[in-house]
Structure formats: C-alpha cells, structure tokens
C-alpha cells in the first residue's frame, strides 16, 4: 500500500506571494491532519480534514487554511507569506472514524517551504 | 491545556551503550502517549504507544518506553543503540476528549562510532 505523499517536496517563495501544499493521504484514509514543524516551535498542528469538514484548528492565524476533497486528497494554502512561515509542513493520514479516540496517524516526508 | 517536556534536547551516546530519552508530560485527564522517530529528509514514523494497559510498552527496533502515572512520565529506552538509531526523536500525548495531538520539542539522538 502506498504511503502518504506530498507534493512538492521543495518550495521557494517570495514574502507577500501565497503558496498551495498538496497531499494525498494513504487509500481509504478519510482523516488528513497537517501540522508545521520549524526549529524554535517544534511541530504544532494545524488542522485536520474528516470527510470534507475541517473538524479541528489549531492555534495559526487565518492565512493558513486548508480543504480536503471527496478522495481525501487535501490542500492547505498559505497567503501573504513572511518569513517565518518557513518551515517543513508535514501531513498525516489516518483511518479515523466519527466518535473514535484514538487513531495511528501515519506521516507524508513533508514539503519544505522556504520564505525569501 | 496539555503540554510536553523534552529535558534533553540532545543526546551523544557510543554506539552499543545503552540510552534513556526523557518525556514528561503535563494533562489532568487520561491521556494516549506516543514516541514517533524522525530520519533527515523524512516523515515521523511511530515507535511505540501506550493507551492502556501494561505500563511498559514494547516498540519498534528494540526501543521500549515505561509510562508512569505519578511522575506524568513516559520515557524511551533502549539497552543498545546502533548508528542508524541517530535520528530526531519526539514524545507526543493525546488526551481523550481533543483531536490533535501536542508534540514534545523533541530530543535529536547522536549515536558514535
């Protein structure tokens, strides 16, 4: 079975421009979460996509947004970049029902957005 | 809010000695523990997880982990590192009520020849 992939896997923006991370999670998986990870602030979440609905947020200001389509493929954008928003983002999937506590997320290799 | 400590940020240890990453984590509910490894240029990868049951939990490439109630502890263990065990390790909990999980800083593991 395939694993989690994201595209692309490098990224090099210019401050102001907006930026689209792709991933597909591994099939059947209907739950896909994204998280940040950057040297000062360790890995932080940032939301997760259940069946099209975003159904947790982390603590990021609006700029950061996602959406998961009917395949569970999910997008996150990043609009206005600044430099801090460099960073390696990093995806999972999971097989997550409606109501379940626990769930084994299962990691994509990430996409490393450099911010210039 | 829960949160996760990581005392050591890095760790050198001789290859076949043995190592100890620390984790303490701070909820007021039950919680689900985690280690997830991370390898240069890739994603984390679980290690082992404790939701229930016996305290000491058996992981993946012979690294074990005791969870410890009283001490809000859950630290990593293994009696004989090897080269390939260098690697960025993270302790991470979910409670029962929240989605996401919290992620320690995570301790980076240099394993000498």
Redesign the interface.
């Known amino acids: 079975k395939a694993g989690?992939t994201q595209t692309p896997r490098y990224l090099i923006k210019t401050r102001g421009q907006q930026v689209t991370l792709s991933c597909s999670p591994i099939s059947g998986h209907r739950s896909v979460?994204w998280?940040q990870q950057t040297p000062g602030q360790?890995?932080?979440?940032l939301f997760?996509y259940f069946s099209e609905t975003q159904?947790?947020k982390?603590n990021f200001p609006g700029r950061f947004s996602g959406r998961q389509f009917s395949n569970s493929r999910s997008e996150m954008n990043v609009s206005t970049l600044e430099l801090g928003d460099s960073a390696l983002y990093?995806c999972?999937s999971s097989l997550a029902f409606e109501g379940t506590?626990?769930y084994?997320?299962y990691?994509?290799?990430?996409t490393r957005l450099t911010v210039t | 809010a829960q949160s996760v400590t990581q005392l050591d940020s890095q760790v050198p240890v001789f290859e076949e000695a043995p190592v100890e990453l620390r984790c303490n984590y701070s909820s007021s509910v039950s919680v689900y523990l985690f280690w997830y490894v991370q390898y240069p240029n890739q994603g984390l990868q679980l290690l082992l997880k404790y939701l229930s049951g016996s305290t000491l939990v058996k992981g993946i490439n012979g690294f074990e982990a005791e969870f410890n109630k009283s001490q809000t502890s859950f630290h990593l263990r293994k009696p004989s590192v090897h080269i390939s065990d260098t690697a960025e390790y993270f302790c991470a909990v979910k409670d029962n009520y929240g989605q996401n999980f919290v992620f320690g800083p995570g301790t980076r593991l240099s394993v000498l020849p």
Do not use: D, H
Not at chain 1, 107 to 110: A, E, K, N, S, V
């Open positions: 989690v979460s998280y360790g890995l932080q979440f997760e159904r947790n982390g990093l999972a506590l626990y084994e997320q990691f994509g290799p990430g």
